[in-house]
């Protein structure tokens, strides 16, 4: 298979893999286990059948158009960096997943645990494959969602829901700086494309945006890899199930940031403004975490601590610079990975065996639980940095980097002591895990009975305790080619030369390295008996990083409730007037900014018929305004003129399209204004007669009518502006020359929404869809506000008068108003039916399309009902809306991505001529598909709102709750 296509099934898989396994049934964890293992293994044995051409130092890449004018293209990239990761990303989840299968309590929904996973899975790849700085921001907020639904996955806990929350507010808010940063880099380099921006690292350093590039982009990776000061939030992510905190706090979501770090150091770093960015925070990060982990009792809160120290390792390493940091930084990425994964789910299998995480409670488990211990022990060491594993190897080339000089201040001098420092608190809290909870006595019965794990549960432990014995004593044969390639593909020709060997010598970072493993002894000699009796750390445990996170958000939330207060209203008419005075400065910027002017075509005579329809139309839209305080249904009856005016008006001006579509407009909308008449507030003008009006209100009506009229002079000024000018100074030429020759079709009007514009018609729709599904949920809770004005025989009368019709539908009502028979209206479907497939077919190339003849086929339906009520269009009809709805989102988003089969940007139309019999010649356009989309959205959309207003005009509310299922169909 060619590699391209590889890397897309890659990407891919996983997230059908998390479909899939939505649809498994809740109790079956095994088949759940076995497709989601499957997947990981089956993607790892892809990138691993690919490392051939990496190592040869080929970059695979893989494109697919999208928008290639704007440099933004569907890319996945694969080198020796993004290989390594890959792998890391795909091995780790495979062993996860086999852990989880036994981890995993029987009531918990399984497969859903596991469609949240591989999501997550997926996302990580494609922050790693991604070849455009956009789409790595897109994959970046999806790792922070499906991260929030994997800590909160658990819900019915309060602490998953605060940790899953918090993270999401973090690491969201740090994408929304990474995107921005992304977005400069992209100016900077002339381009959005990977490769490009790789290849302008000169540019990007000297240009004057590099320092809020750089700040940006710092914010962003620092927040995903919890560095100080944002590091709080990962402590409170542990609350999530332990295969979680294995996976994604260890091994992948929190290696993003540092991913980041890595693939732009060949173009960020090398100034001081790294150094003295990144070298600080990493170190405080450091010396933070590793002081915190020393006085946890909760062993995921020790484990979390030394994450977030390690991390400040491998940033301070980045931080400094240099090549051979570089290749450390790389180095201990990979090894933290295994042996803090298999803590991780040490901790997990001792919770789920005694009960409890709590450090003061457990002690002596070895007699109890041998196996485990001897591998928790082991993947302690390597935390430490005991010799013989692979912890030692990375450790060490770490502190032989800061003994070096990068910038000869006074953080260059500290830097070998602070990092010794550092290293002795790992070792201190290392060898507290391990005595304490295996040597040291029980101080009181356990919850349950520790015994071993099941063989299955151990095995990943025991890879990746086996992967830190192995690099640790062998790792130029293990790890060292691997290595070598991503370091190649990171640094180039900068590569420096460097020994994996595991003696070098008596030598001052060997001298170090040791210092460090005796200070954490004796400091845990002297100091290991009293740290179970202290409930926080001293100095920084009385910095209470999450009080200042609620204190800030919820100054956020009191900061948007008093913007609300201010800015929002419960009434229309504020609300409408922005709009308004939004229009008007639209209008008159662009006179007073750019210095527009209108064009010198001249006028053309005015005829009498049209002057005498303007007139018919403006005094039934001032008659609409005045009559709204005393009659709605007058007031609808004129503003429904007003818009035939319109309708007019486009047919006189050559426009059929527009006269169409708002002919057919104006038939639906005033059907469904009709209905939802009943629950508007009914008029008070006994409150104070009009010429009693008060003050205020005569002033606010004053102001909306001049605000009015000064809008519409500047938006008849701004359209004059353009109408005067000749048609080639417009975009409008565009249009009229490529219509046919690009999009295939004589129809300028549905060509645009359906080929050049169909990303926004795609919107649109999806829009037009979400707004449906919101009224129907609105009005099947709420039912229309009670008359306060009547009286107690009034309401008596109306109670009634409910239950009378309380059976019946608003359609019979209808019918008699409108004293048709219902035969003759029932007789009219079929022909207003087939109407509106003439409308559809005809759309490419004359007045029609996927909309008009959507709302022909709404009013076919608005008819059945009229005639015969909302159960014929339900039950005899089958018209299931969100149905209609869902088929016509999945028919237009599948048409535009066909492209991509075939080489295109997405959304791309084709379009030729095919021999029919008997009709003979015919012109044919895939945009008939995503008409036929855009057509099946708007009748579900329409039909959904007009069930949800029909059941609820006339029904009493147990009435209405009694046909809601039916109302909706599926939509409940």
């Known amino acids: 298979m060619d590699p391209q296509h590889i890397l897309l099934l890659i990407m891919t898989l996983p997230f059908l893999g998390s479909f899939a396994a939505a649809f498994i049934p809740t109790r079956a964890r095994t088949q759940a286990t076995m497709l989601a293992g499957l997947i990981a293994l089956f993607c790892a044995g892809a990138i691993g059948g690919l490392y051939p051409l990496i190592a040869n130092g080929q970059v695979l890449v893989s494109t697919t158009p999208w928008l290639p004018s704007l440099d933004l293209n569907l890319t996945f990239r694969l080198s020796g960096v993004s290989w390594l990761f890959s792998m890391l990303v795909l091995l780790m989840g495979a062993l996860v997943i086999l852990y989880a299968r036994y981890y995993m309590s029987p009531e918990d929904p399984v497969p859903r645990f596991f469609a949240f996973l591989m999501a997550f899975m997926g996302s990580m ?22 991260s ?64 809020p590039t750089l700040l940006l982009i710092l ?12 590091h709080f939030w990962l402590p409170h992510a542990m609350a999530a199930p332990t295969p979680v905190s294995a996976y994604l706090h260890s091994a ?20 001081d403004a790294w150094y003295f960015t990144v070298a600080p925070i990493g170190l405080a990060t450091l010396l933070i975490g590793a002081w915190v982990a020393i006085f946890q009792q909760d062993l995921k809160g020790l484990l979390a601590y030394s994450t977030i120290s390690h991390l400040g390792l491998i940033v301070l390493l980045l931080g400094l610079g240099s090549p051979l940091a570089a290749v450390a930084a790389i180095f201990h990425t990979v090894n933290h990975a295994t042996f803090k994964a298999s803590l991780f789910m040490a901790a997990g299998i001792i919770d789920h065996e005694t009960g409890t995480r709590d450090i003061r409670k457990l002690g002596g488990l070895y ?76 101080p009181e019965p356990l919850p349950h009975e520790p015994h071993e794990a099941p063989p299955w549960m151990r095995l990943p432990i025991e890879i990746l305790v086996l992967a830190c014995l192995v690099i640790g004593i062998f790792p130029a044969i293990t790890i060292g080619p691997f290595l070598a390639t991503a370091v190649q593909d990171m640094l180039g020709p900068r590569t420096p030369d460097y020994s994996l060997a595991i003696w070098h010598g008596f030598n001052r970072p060997l001298l170090l390295s040791l210092l460090a493993l005796v200070g954490g002894v004796s400091l845990y000699a002297l100091f ?112 429904g003129v007003a818009g035939l005016v319109t309708c007019l008006s486009f047919v006189w001006l050559s426009a059929p399209d527009l006269a169409v579509t708002q002919l057919v407009v104006e038939i639906v909308t005033t059907v469904l204004l009709l209905l939802g008449l009943r629950w508007l507030p009914k008029r008070r003008p006994d409150i104070w007669p009009e010429k009693h009006m008060p003050v205020r209100v005569a002033a606010r009506r004053g102001a909306d009518l001049v605000i009015a ?86 309401q008596r009368v109306q109670n009634e008068f409910d239950r009378a019709h309380a059976s019946r539908d608003v359609g019979d009502t209808l019918a008699d108003y409108l004293m048709i028979p219902r035969t003759v209206i029932e007789w009219m479907f079929p022909v207003v039916v087939t109407f509106a497939i003439y409308l559809l077919l005809r759309g490419h190339d004359l007045p029609g399309g996927g909309f008009a003849a959507g709302i022909v086929m709404s009013i076919a339906i608005i008819l059945q009902y009229m005639a015969s009520g909302t159960r014929h269009v339900e039950d005899r009809l089958m018209i299931m809306p969100l149905r209609w709805i869902g088929f016509g989102l999945l028919a237009a988003t599948l048409t ?26 015919m012109p044919v356009a895939s945009a008939l598909l995503f008409d036929i989309g855009v057509f099946s959205v708007v009748v579900g959309a329409t039909i959904l709102v007009l069930i949800a207003l029909a059941h609820q005009s006339i029904r009493t509310p147990r009435a209405a709750r009694a046909t809601e299922t039916q109302a909706g169909g599926e939509a409940g």
């Open 219 to 230: 914010i962003g990776a620092f927040t995903k890899s919890a560095q100080f000061p944002f």
């Open 528 to 639: 290991g008996k009293r740290l179970n009796a202290v409930k926080t750390s001293p100095v920084v445990g009385r910095l209470k990083a999450r009080r200042t996170f609620e204190a800030v958000i919820e100054h956020i939330v009191d900061g948007a409730g008093q913007l609300h207060k201010w800015a929002g209203t419960a009434r229309l008419q504020p609300q409408l007037r922005a709009l308004v005075v939004i229009a008007l400065a639209a209008s008159v910027l662009p006179f007073w900014l750019f210095g527009y002017s209108v064009g010198s075509k001249p006028l053309t005579p005015l005829d009498p018929v049209f002057a005498i329809f303007w007139a018919i139309g403006g005094a039934s839209a001032i008659a609409a305004a005045w009559l709204a305080k005393f009659h709605r249904l007058a007031a609808l009856i004129l503003v």
């Open 709 to 794: 009229i000064i809008a519409g002079l500047c938006m008849s000024l701004a359209a004059y502006a353009v109408m005067s000018r000749p048609l080639t100074d417009s975009i409008g030429s565009f249009f009229t020359q490529n219509a046919y020759s690009k999009g295939g079709g004589t129809n300028i009007v549905n060509v645009i929404l359906v080929d050049f514009r169909a990303f926004d018609t795609l919107g649109e729709i999806t829009v037009l869809a979400i707004v449906a599904i919101t009224v129907f949920s609105l009005l099947r809770r709420f039912r229309p506000a009670a008359d306060s004005i009547k009286t107690p025989e009034q």
């Open 148 to 211: 929030f639904l994997l800590i909160g996955y658990w819900h019915h806990n309060q602490s998953a829901r605060d940790g899953a929350r918090m993270s999401l507010i973090v690491t969201g808010a740090g994408g929304i700086c990474l995107l921005l940063g992304f977005l400069l880099l992209g100016h900077i380099a002339g381009g959005y494309s990977l490769d490009r921006v790789l290849a302008s690292g000169e540019a990007i350093r000297s240009s004057p945006l590099y320092l």
């Open 367 to 442: 007699r109890f639980m041998p196996i485990t211990a001897t591998l928790a022990m082991v993947a302690a060491a390597a935390m430490a940095g005991v010799p013989l594993l692979n912890g030692f190897l990375s450790k060490e080339m770490f502190l032989a980097e800061v003994l070096e000089k990068h910038s000869g201040t006074i953080l260059d001098q500290m830097l070998p002591w602070l990092a010794t420092l550092a290293s002795a608190f790992a070792v201190l809290y290392s060898v507290r895990f391990i005595h304490q909870v295996f040597f040291a006595p029980p």
């Open 252 to 271: 992948t979501m929190v290696k993003a940031g540092v991913f980041i770090l890595i693939l732009l150091w060949p173009v960020l770093s090398g100034t």
């Open 896 to 921: 535009g991505a066909a492209a991509w089969l075939f080489g295109y940007p997405l959304l791309t139309t084709y379009f030729r001529y095919i021999e029919l019999p008997v009709i003979g010649t």
């Open 125 to 146: 790849l494609g922050v790693i494959l991604s070849g455009n700085l956009v789409q790595i921001v897109f994959f970046w907020e999806l790792t922070s969602l499906f």
